[in-house]
Structure formats: structure tokens, C-alpha cells
């Protein structure tokens, strides 16, 4: 399947539009596709949002997002799909290096909510301004502090 970065986006979007769980609130991709560093090998990445599901069992709530999401995308060999909290994604407790690369990567596929395309323009820009620095080694990427061991606030 050889596709172009952006019918990839296009697809994913098309096909993400018909999640009718209003509690889905969001798609994100992110990882190579985002970045349009993806070839053959590469997987399709993917962040659901969603609200008001916080009290199902993690996994019970994982397995119907990814059987949801995985009867949409029939045809896309792998993919990755991870579930947030809205809440937790806009108003996060700590901030790891994974939610930090998709925060910097993200294209918003669905947002039911209006209002992440300016929120991920706004943590960008709050991630230039904290003097983190994403370094790329071969196919991997690393975040370097501004000062070694410091704390940094972006949100």
C-alpha cells in the first residue's frame, strides 16, 4: 500500500468521523504519519479521546475504543490506538515524554470538542517557550531540558 502522507490524513479522517460514541471526543494522529515520516513498515498511531467513561474498568474501556476504532480502519495492516480523558489531556498531572511528542505531532483528525486545534497551537507554543528541544537520532526522537535535571512547566 503505497499512500501519500496526506490521503493517509484525509482517510483517517473520513473514516474517524463515523465514530458515533458521543463520549469519543477526539482523534489524534501521531508518530510517523503525523510527522509524514511514515514508509511501508510504518504504523498508523492514534489517540481517542473521550469523555465521561472514567469510571469503566480501564481495560473493558481500552477493548471497545479498539474495536470501535478497529472496525473503522479495515485495510490499515497496523495500527496503535491509545484512549485519554479530555480532561486529563488538556489539563494533564505530569506531562511524560509520550503525551510531550504527541502534543508537538498531533493532527486532529476529529474534535467534537472545537477546541484542540488552538489548545495544541498554544502547548507548542508553550514548549518553544520552556526551552525544551526535541532532537531527532536516526528514526527516534529525544526532548532535551533546558537545564539539565530542571522542571519544566508548559501547561
Same mark, same amino acid.
Given at each position: 500500500?503505497?499512500?501519500?502522507? @496526506? ?11 463515523? &465514530?458515533?460514541?458521543? @463520549? ?19 504504523? /498508523?498511531? &492514534? ?5 465521561? &467513561? ?5 481495560? /473493558? ?11 473503522? %480502519? ?16 488538556? @489539563?494533564?498531572? /505530569?506531562? @511524560?515524554?509520550? %503525551? ?8 486532529? &483528525? ?9 489548545? %495544541?497551537?498554544? /502547548? ?20 532535551? %531540558? ?10
Amino acid at each position: 500500500m503505497q499512500l501519500s502522507c @496526506n490521503s493517509v490524513i484525509n482517510d483517517l479522517r473520513r473514516r474517524l468521523s463515523r &465514530l458515533t460514541n458521543e @463520549n469519543y471526543v477526539a482523534a489524534l494522529l501521531f508518530g510517523s504519519w503525523a510527522r509524514c515520516e511514515a514508509d511501508e513498515r510504518s504504523d /498508523v498511531d &492514534l489517540l481517542i479521546l473521550h469523555k465521561g &467513561l472514567s469510571g469503566i474498568n480501564r481495560l /473493558v474501556r481500552g477493548r471497545a475504543i479498539y474495536l470501535a476504532v478497529t472496525a473503522l %480502519l479495515r485495510g490499515y495492516p497496523e495500527f496503535t490506538v491509545i484512549e485519554m480523558d479530555f480532561e486529563e489531556f488538556v @489539563n494533564p498531572s /505530569v506531562v @511524560n515524554p509520550l %503525551l510531550l511528542n504527541i502534543y508537538w505531532d498531533a493532527v486532529v &483528525l476529529l474534535d467534537r470538542s472545537g477546541v484542540l486545534q488552538g489548545f %495544541l497551537v498554544h /502547548v507548542r507554543r508553550r514548549i518553544v517557550e520552556s526551552g525544551l528541544r526535541r532532537v531527532k537520532d536516526g528514526k527516534a526522537y529525544y526532548w532535551v %531540558l533546558p537545564k539539565p535535571m530542571a522542571k519544566v512547566r508548559i501547561l
